[in-house]
């Protein structure tokens, strides 16, 4: 099939406005945007930037809005958008070139949360790993899977209004450890997310959860660390 | 642009987020109808005379109304909706279902306002 891809163009070393270049190429309906992507880099136009890495939706480099909305461009295959597709770069965050933004803000509000296992206790007797039930493994099985794309984050209106937001993805990694039993910062995380830029920010969206490639419950996991800070209850 | 954040309302508003983004985005708008509608109310009290007259005027046409039902009965029951959810968090996992519930519930109700008020209007 034949495929226009209308892409965000911007080189801050020439450009004082973004624009849109159009490529129109043949392309299977099983190809995924970025093979096309990397087509057009490859064979069109070798200025066109963009980020990718292991393109198997694990590294969660290339995150960008394809037809106005944010995916993994790895996972997404053309049959889905049709002839025509759009690519921009995500929401909320400096464009430095094309569809390459900085996400040095994301990172820091992830740092925010303290994002690493915290514990005082002593290693167990044996010396070995720190046990822990099926059911609560099971607690914070969901929000494991993140993998930092941003695509939650620069989905959410609220951190469109303001970049100071901790965001989805930051708030998801604090749940991972906040429920889990093995760390033992918990309160410390909580006391971080009833900051003004923390959950209560949140006002329910529910478009991270959509935009989520790997489909983590999102707005659950919000939801459930908005609970354990008004009752306490871990 | 480089030393800019890649946002704009209009940008936010082409976002492609469906149904869930327009339930956020029309709680937004019809809020700020509500606020529209109780200052209205209140510089009428306050000013009185012409101006008040004037403003009885607005909140009093048909059209107005329609749009002030429309803006407390979508905010109220999305509203519920989010209170609920924000309450069970557990139900977040039905969230696509509780949006169609809310319309289920809304359209069927603003349907007979918008019945009694234009039937009203036209002096029925």
Same mark, same amino acid.
């Given at each position: 099939?034949q495929?226009?891809?209308?892409?965000?163009?911007?080189?801050?070393?020439?450009?004082?406005?973004?624009?849109?270049?159009?490529?129109?190429?043949?392309?299977?309906?099983?190809?995924?945007?970025? /093979?096309? @992507?990397e087509?057009?880099?490859?064979?069109?136009?070798?200025?066109?930037?963009?980020?990718?890495?292991?393109?198997?939706?694990?590294?969660?480099? *290339?995150?960008?809005?394809?037809?106005?909305?944010?995916? @993994?461009?790895?996972?997404?295959?053309?049959?889905?958008? =049709?002839?025509?597709?759009?690519?921009?770069?995500?929401?909320?965050?400096?464009?430095?070139?094309?569809?390459?933004?900085?996400?040095n803000p994301?990172? +820091?509000?992830?740092?925010?949360?303290?994002?690493?296992? #915290?514990?005082?206790?002593?290693?167990? +007797?044996?010396?070995?790993?720190? @046990?822990?039930?099926? +059911? *609560?493994?099971?607690?914070?099985? /969901?929000?494991?899977?993140?993998?930092?794309?941003?695509?939650?984050?620069?989905?959410?209106?609220?951190?469109?209004?303001?970049? *100071?937001?901790?965001?989805?993805?930051?708030?998801?990694?604090?749940?991972?450890?906040?429920?889990?039993?093995?760390? +033992?910062?918990?309160?410390?995380?909580?006391?971080?997310?009833?900051?003004t830029?923390?959950?209560?920010?949140?006002?329910?969206?529910?478009?991270?959860?959509?935009?989520?490639?790997?489909?983590?419950q999102?707005?659950?996991?919000?939801?459930?660390?908005?609970?354990?800070?008004?009752?306490?209850?871990? | 642009?480089?030393?800019?954040?890649?946002?704009?309302?209009?940008?936010?508003?082409?976002?492609?987020?469906?149904?869930?983004?327009?339930? $956020?985005?029309?709680?937004?708008?019809?809020?700020?109808?509500?606020?529209?509608?109780?200052?209205?109310?209140?510089?009428?009290?306050?000013?009185? =005379? /012409?101006?008040g007259?004037?403003?009885?005027?607005?909140?009093?046409? $048909?059209?107005?109304?329609?749009?002030?039902?429309?803006?407390?009965?979508?905010?109220?029951?999305?509203?519920?909706?989010?209170?609920?959810?924000?309450?069970?968090?557990?139900?977040?996992?039905?969230?696509?279902?509780?949006? $169609?519930?809310? $319309?289920?519930?809304? @359209?069927?109700?603003? =349907? #007979?306002?918008?019945?009694? #008020? #234009?039937?009203?209007?036209? =002096?029925?």
């Amino acid at each position: 099939m034949q495929v226009t891809m209308k892409i965000f163009r911007f080189n801050p070393e020439k450009d004082t406005k973004f624009h849109y270049e159009t490529y129109t190429l043949e392309a299977e309906p099983t190809d995924r945007v970025l /093979d096309v @992507l990397e087509r057009i880099k490859g064979y069109e136009d070798g200025t066109l930037a963009f980020r990718r890495s292991c393109a198997h939706g694990v590294c969660g480099s *290339d995150a960008m809005r394809i037809n106005g909305r944010n995916y @993994l461009a790895c996972k997404s295959l053309v049959k889905d958008f =049709g002839a025509n597709i759009t690519v921009e770069p995500i929401l909320g965050l400096r464009v430095i070139k094309d569809l390459i933004v900085d996400m040095n803000p994301f990172f +820091e509000n992830y740092k925010k949360i303290l994002p690493y296992f #915290i514990t005082e206790s002593p290693i167990p +007797e044996d010396g070995r790993e720190r @046990l822990q039930s099926q +059911e *609560d493994r099971e607690r914070f099985d /969901d929000t494991t899977k993140c993998i930092l794309c941003a695509a939650c984050t620069t989905s959410c209106p609220s951190f469109w209004a303001s970049d *100071d937001y901790f965001g989805p993805a930051a708030i998801v990694n604090a749940h991972r450890f906040i429920f889990d039993t093995r760390d +033992e910062a918990a309160s410390e995380r909580l006391e971080i997310l009833a900051e003004t830029s923390g959950v209560a920010r949140c006002h329910t969206t529910y478009n991270c959860t959509v935009a989520c490639p790997r489909e983590i419950q999102i707005t659950k996991a919000i939801g459930e660390v908005k609970m354990a800070m008004v009752t306490g209850k871990v | 642009m480089s030393r800019e954040r890649n946002i704009s309302v209009i940008q936010g508003l082409r976002y492609q987020g469906g149904g869930v983004q327009l339930a $956020w985005l029309l709680h937004r708008i019809s809020g700020l109808g509500i606020v529209l509608f109780v200052s209205l109310h209140i510089l009428a009290s306050f000013f009185g =005379g /012409d101006f008040g007259k004037f403003t009885n005027g607005i909140y009093e046409a $048909w059209w107005f109304q329609l749009f002030v039902i429309f803006c407390a009965l979508f905010h109220a029951i999305n509203g519920l909706r989010i209170t609920v959810l924000d309450l069970w968090p557990k139900l977040l996992e039905y969230q696509r279902e509780a949006i $169609w519930m809310e $319309w289920a519930v809304f @359209l069927p109700i603003y =349907g #007979i306002a918008i019945f009694v #008020i #234009i039937q009203t209007a036209l =002096g029925g």
